[in-house]
């Protein structure tokens, strides 16, 4: 006997149940995000990796274990294991940034190979907001406030914001200085991770989820304490721009995001609903990133939100994805009933806007369709028999009350079932 196929280890089929609940929250994310004037971009699944390896960062998690990266042809080429690179690598290849703002969005998987556990899995869905051009922290604040509003919008409470600030390459650099000095302090108690990192990109210590290292992270130098003026400036232009709309948040220090292109505002949206996986949508400035991919220099910020945890925290805070079901189920029993009823359904979706119609497939006695149409959960059923059809008529039959079902011309159903369906 031959073994049932499996999907491949982290790949999750989502099957239709899940499927419209993602379609849901889908459509509810579009309509904010829109709302605010952005424009969708379709992007491919792969890149040469040199997108990655240059923007990422070479001394990151993603690009030292986590990238599916083959050779095609003697081009080194890798599934995307996030958005905001090949965003960028599509405005530079197609002229999107030469003297031009923009405010664009794109939604779809992305790739890491790490071990798959609750809410993390090796293929993963996100939606990635980036605007580009925009020097203040003007659209900081509006990309986060974008944000609020969808939590808003879907009664999502079990959450919370945490911002910071990186500062500048330059401002960075005294910063980084302090960190090596602490670390190299206590380094006989650094994870061997951390003690890597050390010399390459200290910063990213900060960013250990190892438990162990969480005292000595506590004690290292803090960020603040090292900005430059001009990035002092705008984070108290953005904390005041995002007091004056109502948003709450908490200033973390220790919060450096795990991409090496961030600089000034960093942000996240975490949970404790979802267990450690407590990161829901998160993002920051990446104003030196386009001109280190070739492009101009252009300032830019932008955030990302993994689907899977999106869908869960909206479960876990009690959200319902409303039932979609037929609104009329069509019954056709007897010679020549099938064929009026195909045409009949068709005339219906074109008089009705958006009226869900469900044909009977397969044949079956008339008390069995009845029964499937009771299941398909319709609001009606339309029954179509030899003596209707020769009679130019239409039975509808409410199948969620008790009322009498009435005999309906055929020509006046539409403007009938109109009549009800608003009703």
Partial sequence: MSKKPQTVRGMNDILPETAASWQFLEKEVENVIEAYGYRQVRLPLLEHTEVFRRSIGEVTDIVEKEMYTFDDDGDSLTLRPEATASMVRAGITHGLFHNQKQKLWTVGPMFRRERPQAGRYRQFHQFDVEAMGYEGP?????????????????????????????????SRAGYREA?????NGVKSQLDEDSIRRLDKNPLRILDSKNPEMQ?????????????????AEHFAGLRALLDAAGVEYAVN???VRGLDYYSRTVFEWVTDALGSQNAVCAGGRYDG??????????????????????????EACGGQVPTVMPDVYLVAVGEGTQERAFALAEELRDGIEGIRVEMNLGGGSFKTQIKRADKSAANYALILGEQELSEGCIGLKPLRSNDEQESIVLDELASVLKGRLSG
């Avoid at 974008?146 to 500048?168: C, F, H, Q, T």
């Avoid at 960190?179 to 670390?183: A, N």
């Avoid at 005292?215 to 001009?230: F, H, N, Q, R, S």
């Avoid at 990133?289 to 909206?314: D, H």
């Fill in 253 to 255: 220090p220790r919060l």
């Fill in 179 to 183: 960190l090596v000095e602490y670390f």
């Fill in 289 to 314: 990133l386009i001109e280190k991919l070739g492009g101009r220099s252009t300032p830019a910020i932008g955030w990302a939100m993994g689907v899977e945890r999106f869908v869960s925290l909206y």
């Fill in 215 to 231: 005292d000595i992270v506590a004690g290292a130098p803090i960020m603040m304490d090292y900005l430059d003026e001009a990035s």
């Fill in 138 to 170: 003007d659209v900081d604040a509006e990309l986060i406030i974008m944000s609020a509003r969808l939590w808003e919008r879907l009664g999502i409470d079990k959450i919370r914001l945490e911002i910071n600030s990186l500062g500048v390459p330059e």
